[in-house]
């Protein structure tokens, strides 16, 4: 009876972040090596976007003067704190330097322009071409002492020239791709949500619901979306928000049809009949029982979604109906390469960045479809 009563009852395993399915879904991800290692690539990149102004800016990320720590990163300080008299300061004047310097000390961004800084010390009429194509004289010409002026160093220099407004293409690279990026996650997420619900809606009640709201999805398709796009941005003010809810309009609508045939196939199984007969409201068989096995097929759509929402903004930037004017964009780039063909680094550079972006997120999407294979899955 001891051997019997010393007998420890045994834990149950724990369980994972991860079911088995998702875990063989991960294994079938990493397995694609060229999307495995290109959605790392991507996410460095964006997550080093998230920080563009503590890497490109016109202004320092940590001072010191007179003994007060300053954080002009993030805080507005008006000249008048430093001897001056005007409402912003200007960091990169000799008067706010030398006073500084003087009083303390500053710890600049490795690129020493935001998207929006001119450089006042380019060698020639803007735009400019990258200086490590330029000789050590020329590089330095538009300093009050050419190359021996302790302002003309690496990270007052210009990695990729300027454009048409002397502003530093680096820095407007970057900005540039973080709202590109962040544009497209957003309208990829909020397209998915309009869609998938307009889709479960249509796949769980059919009938007559199904059949109008398909004739209107047909209707609503075959409208020429970019004139509309064009027309309506072309009347109202240009804005981030603005622009979003314009193109929500019709980017939804590629995700009906993926869900919609997954609630169809589904909606008459066993369990979802069991589930009716146990007196379950229709809104939670259609989030708990349908929808997980909807969104296995609009994953593998969300990575191709988003590089053609970011193509789309693109488009919109060159055309001149995009974000407003002096917002740094790559489709705004583009243009400026157009307009100034003596420039080649302008195009060469928003292209580069371009596919770079959209190769990635190719590469990720194939990765992607390939986890949710369920051939490969539950082999």
Not at 12 to 25: A, E
Not at 196 to 218: C, H, K, N, P, S
Not at 344 to 354: D, E, N, R, S, Y
């Amino acid at each position: 009876m001891s051997a019997v009563t010393d007998i420890k009852p045994v834990a149950p395993p724990r369980k994972g972040l991860l079911s088995p399915t998702n875990l063989r879904r991960w294994e079938n991800f990493k397995a694609n090596r060229r999307g495995y290692w290109s959605l790392w690539i991507f996410l460095v990149i964006f997550v080093l976007s998230l920080f563009a102004e503590c890497i490109a800016n016109d202004r320092p990320i940590l001072a010191s003067y007179k003994g007060e720590l300053l954080f002009p990163v993030v805080i507005d300080y008006p000249e008048e704190k430093f001897g001056g008299f005007l409402a912003e300061t200007d960091y990169r004047s000799d008067f706010i330097t030398e006073e500084i310097e003087a009083n303390g000390w500053m710890i600049w961004p490795p690129i020493r322009y935001s998207y929006s800084s001119t450089n006042s010390n380019i060698p020639h009429s803007a735009p400019t071409k990258p200086f490590w194509l330029m000789s050590g004289e020329e590089r330095c010409a538009g300093y009050p002492n050419g190359a021996a002026d302790p302002n003309c160093n690496w990270s007052n220099l210009n990695w990729l020239g300027t454009d048409d407004q002397a502003r530093d293409v680096l820095a407007r690279v970057i900005y540039g791709f973080r709202i590109s990026v962040l544009f497209g996650l957003a309208l990829t997420i909020a397209s998915a949500v309009v869609g998938v619900t307009a889709g479960a809606i249509q796949g769980y009640f059919g009938g007559w619901t199904d059949l109008l709201m398909q004739r209107f999805i047909e209707i609503w398709s075959s409208m020429p979306v970019l004139y509309i796009l064009l027309i309506i941005a072309a009347i109202l003010p240009p804005g981030f928000w603005i622009l979003l809810s314009i193109m929500l309009l019709f980017s939804w609508v590629g995700f009906v049809g993926v869900v919609r045939a997954e609630f169809l196939r589904a909606r008459n199984f066993e369990y979802v009949r069991a589930a009716r007969a146990l007196g379950v409201g229709n809104v939670t068989i259609m989030y708990r029982h349908l929808l997980p096995n909807a969104m296995v097929a609009t994953l593998t759509f969300l990575p191709f979604i988003l590089s053609g929402s970011i193509t789309t903004l693109t488009s919109l930037d060159f055309l001149g109906f995009g974000m407003p004017p002096g917002s740094p964009s790559l489709g705004e780039l583009i243009a400026q390469g157009k307009e100034n063909l003596q420039a080649p680094w302008l195009g060469l550079t928003a292209f580069a960045v371009m596919s770079l972006m959209l190769s990635l997120l190719i590469f990720v999407g194939e990765a992607t479809r390939d986890a949710f294979d369920p051939r490969k899955t539950f082999r």
